[in-house]
C-alpha cells in the first residue's frame, strides 16, 4: 500500500489545531525545500508549530501530540510519527524567535487544492545557517545556485537576527567564488 497524500497528513495536523493542541505551523526543513521547486532528499516531514498552551515547564513535552497520534493509531519511530506512511517529526518553536516568525510569515502553497502554510525560502536558509550543518551549507547553495532566493529579504532576515557574521564567515561554504 502506497502512502496517502501529504494533504491527508495536513488534515492531520489541522485535526490538532482544532483539539487545542497545536496553535500555527508551517512545513520547513528539506521538504518545504522540495515545495519550492528544489531537488532535495529527505526521509520525513518536519513540521515546525507553537503549542496552544503556554509551556509551564522548562522542560518541552509534546505529549499532547504523541497522545493525539496513539489515540488516531499513528506509530513511532524514534524520533518520527508514522501519519499515514509518512515519517513526521514536530518542531517546536517557541524558544527561537527566527523559527516563530518564520512560521508566522509562511506562504501558502496550493497542494491539491488544499492551502499549506511552508516556511520562505528565505527563512529556509536563515534557519539552516542558524543550525550550521553540513548538509544545511549544501541546501543553502542549492537555492543560492537556483537565483530563486530573494537577496534582500534574505539579508534583512539574517541581520535581524544577528546571523551576518556568520553568513560572511560561512559563504565561502555555498557561494560561488567572485
Partial sequence: MSPASIVDVI????DMQAAGIIKSFAIGGAFAAILHNEPISTIDLDIFFLLTKEKSSPILS????YDFAKAKG???????INIYGWLVQFVEASHNDLWRDAISSAESITIR??????IRR??????????GRA????KIALFKESGTLDSAALF?????????VKWNKEKWRFEDEE
Avoid at 499513528?74 to 518520527?80: L, P
Avoid at 534583512?156 to 544577528?162: A, N
Fill in 74 to 80: 499513528f506509530t513511532f519511530d524514534q524520533e518520527f
Fill in 11 to 14: 488534515a492531520t495536523i489541522r
Fill in 62 to 65: 509534546l505529549s499532547e501530540i
Fill in 135 to 138: 548538509k544545511d551549507f549544501q
Fill in 113 to 118: 487544492e488544499v492551502e499549506v502554510p511552508v
Fill in 156 to 164: 534583512t532576515i539574517l541581520d535581524k537576527y544577528d546571523l551576518r
Fill in 122 to 131: 528565505e527563512y529556509l536558509v536563515a534557519m539552516w545557517l542558524f543550525s
